[in-house]
Structure formats: structure tokens, C-alpha cells
């Protein structure tokens, strides 16, 4: 753990402390008072469709870009994510489900979007999805172009994997092409979408020939460093929740500290893998280094409901016992869960709540029993620590009743 | 089959018509189908036989009744007797969709009346099955009718039947086999007084004890305020909980769903703190607990002093002729003995199972597979 206290300082150097200040008398609202007993496991789960306006401009300009963003004036500051495509290709089921938690079978009721739709999410990060009507054409001259396409952090192009794609790559391609010229920085993320039904072979050929039909495209507009990415995704598994923490995660600038400290943490407790994971949404902002395989990513994000829904069971507000309020006998402030199995040989699972947004799940290995508890539990307080100054809005937002000593 | 005096098994009837969801309720409470599985699962042939052991000395002897008419016909006739004889309980399915409600209810009475001849004291339940399929704010009303509807035709039984609604598609399902299940624990009482006893002990808020196959409660204790918890659902949504964690381990571990158990989970916050462990070969117990370090350890070391008490209201652990049995038995103790050891000296020690699948389901027809 000394050299994530090294990597910590050196990293605080050029942390981001300041967050618009507005954020702060927004939180405690919030359409959310039924999941508010979540313990300390804060679940502070609120999402509302904010209008624009709703959003004090931010006093101090903001910081948490990455350098491939495209510097904005005095906006909202909020990274958008767009999320375009042909009508029914599934952006508002993909926003749906993603963000407001919507059973994938319910989504076959969702009527096709006439107007952009524009969510903000609060979170570790503060980020904006935008979704588009299918049928618009977003380059229309009656469009204001330079309000869209400002301040985004990627433009996510939905391509429905069952139904007949060339026009979806043409439109694909000339908004890809139309952005080289203006905002040649922003991520082009493409879900190859509704894999779910697709035979092994046709989803993989399929997928290349998406591939191939885009990047032959901008070779030959001299563009082949574009920086464009593909993604195969379903609502029905979590392969769509795998592809938005990708996306996001190259919107976070310290990321490559957050591989660290986890990369650090995982060596010195022997854990096979570890995720940060944002509570709310179970997308992960990062893990450590080591080759991810969509099974683990399943696991955890499985373990967070279960955390989350016994917590809400038992979280409920109480009423003070015998005159002394319960927060007085407090246990842990942050949640923290294990699950051992039974069988011999089979990993077990570690949460830890590192603060409002975020929490930290950890596979651990056969080699690291939960005797090692004691050096884990020291080490995840080390990594939190280090966490605080990376992300330092989290640590302000504490919940109301611990700020008040 | 090696009856041990004590051990009661319970003959329970699975009925009602052919695609009304009689095995796929099956599968999912006793077999670790998820619901998106049991469209795989063919119409039954004539009856499958499954023998669960449970908590308490019960064994559950279920009969899944194969609900096209030819079969019906036969069970009415040619072997009245024998399926209708000493009979537990009669579960009868009604599937919400049927186009045909009033000839399904024909069909019910004609059960009805068979079983009221050949097992008078035999208890129904009536599952109004697929409530799925209706829209949300329909339902309750509907339910009411149709539950309505079939007491009139329940004959003897018409006090004494009670109806779910369920589908397979939330924890409805749940809490119905729960009601069912109690019902047909013989020692229910004893095992909710040692129960009780543990709570005060442990100063514990609630205790839900469930069976580990099926994740179904047995039955809980609950203490002081938690009684106003709002979540009245809880029990069968914690079931349901357990039961998706369980497949979520066994999909990406490779383990069978079956094998897939924990051997402790925690959860602690900053307003309560939670642990499910297993407590006897059939039951883990689940508890909540003040938020507070020494009560959780105080609580964690009494629930092993107690596992003893709970495995002699164990089917398995009675002395039940046959070697294997008694040898398990007294390989729990010392293991107990062990951990206890291990806790005074400080260390953590992780509970290992036998790793062996302790609850046994025959089932008929090569179901299980
Ligand atoms: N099989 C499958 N169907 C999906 C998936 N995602 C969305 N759908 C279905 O696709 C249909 C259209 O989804 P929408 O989200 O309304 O599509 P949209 O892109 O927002 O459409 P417009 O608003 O008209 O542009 C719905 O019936 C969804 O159920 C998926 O991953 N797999
Ligand atoms: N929507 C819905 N469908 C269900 C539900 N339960 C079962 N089904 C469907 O009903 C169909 C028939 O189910 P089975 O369990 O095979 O029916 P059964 O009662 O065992 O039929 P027999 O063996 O012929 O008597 C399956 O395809 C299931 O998908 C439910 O709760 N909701
Ligand atoms: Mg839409
Ligand atoms: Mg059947």
C-alpha cells in the first residue's frame, strides 16, 4: 500500500477540486425518498429529465474533460452523450433501461421519440444522454448544429443488428464525416445492437462487416484515425451495461489512476479482479489491468443487486430507539458485504461502499481467504482514502448527518 | 425406503389443466430453472414423482399430475384410490388466460369431489396462475372474482380453501409455496420457539430461516420495530433474492445451480447489519441485527452453539437406521467444535461445506436435467 500512497500524492497534484457549487443544493431533492433508507449504501439514485435551463451555469469552468474534448463556454458543463440511429434501432430502450432501471421486456411499449430527450445523470461525474428521434436528420441547417454537437463526450450510433443496416451505416457514415470537419475529437461509439437474437456465426459476421463497411468509408475520405469504436450490446443481457462503461470510461480523465490504485490493491490482497463500480447505473468506471472477461464484470454487478435490494429491505427508517437516535450506535458507515462459498476452490465476493456514487467489488482468489480480511479491510481504507482525492465532490456530498460534527 | 418413525412424508397433488404452468412452477421452486427456462419443458406424461426433504421431519412427496384430459380421466377412474387416497394437500392451478374458465371449473370439482371421498382431511390451495398476463391495475379484481367463483365449487372444502394469485414471473410464487410449505411443516412450532429463544439471545431484530434448495422461508421471527418494517414482502423477496444470486453464481462459475451455495453472506451498514449462514443440512438462517460489531460476532458464535439444537429437528440428522446417516452427523458436530475453537483464537474461519448436495430430488421422467 506505500506505493498507492506515492501514486496518491503525486496524483493529488493535479486532482480536480473544483465542481460547480450548484450541484450541492441540488442533491437532497430528488424524486427518490423511496429508496433513501438504503442505509449508508446511499443509493442516492436520482435521475430526473432536467431541462436544460434547470442547470445553473457552472461559475467555474469545468475540469473533468479529457483533453480530446472540445473546450466549451460557460455551459452546463456536462458531458452529453448522444445517442443516435435509425427509428427503432432501440436508443430509448438502450436509455431506458440503462438509466431508469426498466425491465428489458417493458421496453416494447416505449413509443417511438418524437422530441430529443435529454436526461442528466448525477453521479461520480455529472453526464447528459441525449436521446435523439430516429428519423431526424441531424445535420438539418434548421438544426442548431454547434449546440449539439458542443461539449459531447461521445456520440453513440445504434445499428439494429436484425433488420437491414446499409442505410443505418450511410447516415453512420456521413455524421461520422460531417464531424471530421467541425468536432473531429468526439468518440463515435457504435453498438451493434439487438444481438440477442442472432446465431453465434451471423452476430461475429454481421459485426465485421459493420466494421469493415465504416472503416472502408473513412479511408477513403482520408480519415482512418477517426476515432470510432464497435460494440456488440442487448438490453437482454449485460452487454449493453459492458459497452456504456467503455464509453464512459474514456470521458474520465483520471482513469488511468484508477487503474492504479487498483492494479495496486489487487497485488497486495491477491484479488483476481476488482471493479469500481457506479452504484446506480452498475456501470463500471474502472477495473484493474488485468483481462476482463464479461463473466466477472456479470457476477459483480448481480452481487450489487443483491447488496442493494437486502439494503433496502433493512435500511427502512426506523424510529429512534428509546429517545437515542440509531446512527449513534453506528456500524460501519460504509456498507460493506462478503459472500464466501461453500465449495472449496470457488472465489468469494467483497463490496465495499467507497462513497455516495461509488463502490468497490472485488473477486478474490482461492489464494486469499477471508482471514486476509484484516489486511483487505486495511488496504480497501488505503485505496478509499486515495479515492477521495481523486474524485474529491464525493467526499463533500457526504451524507448530511456525519457533516454536521 | 428408510422411514424413520419420526419422519413424515406428505403426499401433496399438483393438478389442474395441461399447460396451466404446474411444471413449470415445479422446476423453478425445486429445480433452479429461471423462468426464461421452463418454455423448454414438454407437456408431463401421466404423473412425475419428486421426493424433497425439508426442514423439520418432513419429506414432500409431490405428485405432478399431467392435466390432459386422457390422463385426468384416468386419475378420476381407473386410479381413483390411488391418487386420491391420503393426500396432504391438493394444489390446483388455474391458468388466468383459459378461455375456458367454466369447464376448468368442472374439471375442479370433479378433483374436488374425488378427494373429498378418498382424503377428506386434506387441505387445498387453489394457485390462479400466469397473473402476468393481466395488466397490473386488473388484477386484484379479477383475482377476487375468479377465487370467488371456485369456492362455490369447492364442496367441503369451501371454508377451508385458500387462493394466490402467482405467476413465474415475480416472487408471487414465492410467497404462495411458502404458505404451502408451513403448512405442511409438522414441528413448525418447536422450530419457531428454539427460533424465538435464538432472537433474544442474539439481540436480533429478525430471523428468517430457509430452506437452502429452494430458498423457500420456513418460517421468521420478528422482534420490536422491525414488526413496522414496511417491506411486508420481504420473506419472499429475500427467496427470490437468494434464489437469482444463486443461479447468478452458478452461470458464472459453472457450478450446478444445485451446488451453487454460500457459506456466508454479510452485509453490514451503517442501520443494520445482515448475515445469511447455514444453520442444518436443509436451512440457512438469515439475520438482522442492530448495526454493531459485538452483537453481529456475539451473534455469529451463538448461532453455532445452536446449530445442534436446530439438527435435531432436522430430517436428516435423525438416527434413522443406516450408517452413512449417523457418521454425517457426528462430522457436523466436530466440525462445529472446530470452528468454535478457531473463533476463541481469533481467527476467521471459513465455513466449508461437505461440498455433496445434501437435499435429494428424484424426479420422474428424466426432468431433472
Ligand atoms: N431483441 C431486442 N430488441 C430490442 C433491443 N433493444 C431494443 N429493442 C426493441 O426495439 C424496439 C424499438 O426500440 P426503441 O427504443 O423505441 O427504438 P428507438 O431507437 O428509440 O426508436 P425511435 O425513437 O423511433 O427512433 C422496441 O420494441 C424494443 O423492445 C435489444 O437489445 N434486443
Ligand atoms: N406468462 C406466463 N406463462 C407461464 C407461467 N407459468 C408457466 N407459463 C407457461 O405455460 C406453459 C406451460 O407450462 P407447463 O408447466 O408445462 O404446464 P403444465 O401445467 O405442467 O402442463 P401439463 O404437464 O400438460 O399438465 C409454459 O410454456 C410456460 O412458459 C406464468 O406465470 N406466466
Ligand atoms: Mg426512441
Ligand atoms: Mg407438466
Given amino acids: 500500500m506505500d506505493s498507492s500512497h506515492r501514486r496518491l500524492s503525486a496524483h493529488s497534484q493535479r486532482s480536480h477540486p473544483d465542481e460547480p457549487l450548484s450541484e450541492h443544493g441540488e442533491a437532497p431533492q430528488a424524486g427518490s425518498s423511496r429508496l433513501k433508507p438504503g442505509a449508508q449504501l446511499t443509493l442516492m439514485r436520482y435521475l430526473q429529465d432536467l431541462p436544460d435551463a434547470d442547470v445553473p451555469p457552472s461559475p467555474v469552468p469545468p475540469r473533468y474533460h479529457t483533453g480530446r474534448l472540445p473546450n466549451s463556454k460557460a455551459g452546463d458543463g456536462k458531458p452529453r452523450l448522444l445517442l443516435m440511429g435509425q427509428r427503432r434501432s432501440g436508443k430509448s430502450s438502450i436509455s431506458s433501461v440503462v438509466f431508469h432501471k426498466l425491465p428489458p421486456s417493458e421496453t416494447l411499449y416505449i413509443e417511438t421519440t418524437t422530441r430529443i430527450k435529454k436526461e442528466s445523470m448525477h453521479s461520480f461525474m455529472d453526464f447528459q444522454v441525449w436521446d435523439f428521434p430516429g428519423h431526424l436528420d441531424y445535420f438539418d441547417p434548421a438544426f442548431d448544429v454547434d449546440n449539439i454537437f458542443e461539449e459531447i463526450g461521445a456520440l453513440i450510433w445504434v445499428i439494429d443488428a436484425q433488420d437491414e443496416y446499409l442505410e443505418a451505416i450511410m447516415r453512420l457514415n456521413m455524421t461520422i464525416l460531417n464531424l471530421q470537419n467541425s468536432y473531429p475529437n468526439i468518440n463515435v461509439e457504435v453498438f451493434v445492437h439487438k444481438v440477442d437474437g442472432l446465431s453465434e456465426d451471423y452476430k461475429s459476421d454481421t459485426f465485421r462487416d459493420i466494421i469493415q463497411r465504416v472503416q472502408d468509408e473513412l479511408s477513403d475520405n482520408g480519415y482512418e484515425n477517426a476515432p470510432v469504436s464497435f460494440y456488440q450490446t442487448s438490453i437482454y443481457d449485460h452487454s449493453i451495461f459492458e459497452a456504456f462503461s467503455k464509453v464512459i470510461q474514456k470521458l474520465i480523465p483520471q482513469l488511468p489512476t484508477l487503474e492504479a490504485l487498483l492494479n495496486s490493491l489487487c497485488s497486495t490482497c491477491h484479488i483476481e479482479k ?120 464525493a467526499e463533500r456530498d457526504v451524507p448530511q448527518t456525519t457533516s454536521e460534527e | ?133 393481466v395488466q397490473a391495475r386488473l388484477r386484484a379484481q379479477l383475482f377476487d372474482e375468479r377465487a370467488e367463483y371456485i369456492r362455490t365449487a369447492s364442496e367441503s372444502f369451501r371454508d377451508s380453501v385458500d387462493f394466490f394469485p402467482t405467476s413465474i414471473w415475480d416472487q408471487s410464487l414465492y410467497k404462495a409455496w411458502t404458505q404451502i410449505i408451513y403448512f405442511l411443516i409438522p414441528n413448525a412450532a418447536t422450530i419457531e420457539g428454539l427460533l424465538q429463544q435464538l432472537a433474544e439471545v442474539i439481540d436480533a431484530r429478525e430471523l428468517i430461516l430457509y430452506e437452502r434448495t429452494t430458498c423457500l422461508m420456513v418460517t421468521h421471527v420478528t422482534r420490536g420495530e422491525e414488526g413496522q418494517n414496511p417491506f411486508t414482502d420481504r420473506f419472499e423477496r429475500i427467496s427470490s433474492i437468494l434464489k437469482t444470486h444463486k443461479q447468478s453464481m452458478a452461470k458464472h462459475t459453472g457450478i450446478p445451480a444445485g451446488s451453487a451455495n454460500f457459506a456466508e453472506m454479510q452485509i453490514k451498514t451503517g442501520r443494520f447489519m445482515f448475515f445469511i449462514t447455514r444453520l442444518t443440512e436443509n436451512t440457512n438462517l438469515a439475520a438482522s441485527i442492530p448495526p454493531s460489531e459485538q452483537v453481529f460476532n456475539a451473534a455469529r458464535v451463538n448461532i453455532l452453539l445452536v446449530r445442534p439444537k436446530f439438527a435435531e429437528l432436522d430430517i436428516a440428522s435423525k438416527p434413522r437406521p443406516g450408517i452413512q446417516q449417523a457418521f454425517a452427523h457426528s462430522a457436523e458436530s466436530d466440525r462445529d467444535r472446530d470452528r468454535l475453537r478457531d473463533h476463541s483464537a481469533g481467527g476467521e474461519s471459513e465455513y466449508r461445506g461437505k461440498g455433496k448436495e445434501p437435499v435429494s430430488i428424484g424426479m420422474g421422467g428424466g426432468f431433472d436435467g
Fill in chain 1, 274 to 393: 476488482a471493479y469500481l463500480f457506479d452504484i446506480m447505473s452498475k456501470i463500471y468506471i474502472a477495473t484493474d489491468t488485468s483481462p476482463t472477461d464479461i463473466g466477472s464484470y456479470e457476477i459483480c454487478s448481480d452481487y450489487i443487486d443483491v447488496v442493494i435490494d437486502v439494503s433496502e429491505i433493512y435500511g427502512w427508517d426506523r424510529p429512534a430507539e428509546n429517545g437515542h437516535s440509531e446512527i449513534a450506535e453506528t456500524g460501519n458507515n460504509d456498507a460493506e458485504s462478503l459472500i464466501t462459498m461453500e465449495r472449496k476452490g470457488n472465489n468469494y465476493l467483497y463490496l465495499r461502499e467507497i462513497n455516495k456514487y461509488l463502490a468497490l467489488i472485488c473477486l478474490m482468489g482461492d489464494d486469499s481467504p477471508a482471514e486476509k480480511k484484516a489486511v483487505i479491510d486495511y488496504n480497501v481504507g488505503v485505496f478509499q482514502a486515495a479515492l477521495k482525492q481523486v474524485f474529491p465532490r
Fill in chain 2, 1 to 133: 425406503m428408510n422411514t424413520g418413525k419420526r419422519q413424515k412424508q406428505r403426499k401433496v397433488l399438483l393438478m389442474g389443466k395441461s399447460g396451466a404452468g404446474k411444471s413449470s412452477m415445479r422446476s423453478i421452486v425445486f429445480s433452479n430453472y429461471v423462468a426464461k427456462d421452463v418454455r423448454r419443458l414438454g407437456a408431463t406424461i401421466d404423473v412425475e414423482h419428486s421426493n424433497i426433504k425439508f426442514m423439520g421431519n418432513l419429506m414432500l412427496n409431490l405428485w405432478d399430475c399431467g392435466g390432459q384430459d386422457g390422463f385426468v380421466e384416468n386419475y378420476l377412474n381407473h386410479q381413483r384410490n390411488h391418487v386420491f387416497g391420503s393426500v396432504a394437500v391438493l394444489i390446483f392451478v388455474f391458468d388466468i388466460e383459459s378461455r375456458e374458465f367454466p369447464a376448468d371449473v368442472i374439471s375442479y370439482s370433479n378433483i374436488i369431489r374425488a378427494l373429498q371421498e378418498c382424503s377428506p382431511g386434506a387441505k387445498v390451495f387453489v394457485l390462479i396462475h400466469k397473473m402476468d398476463l
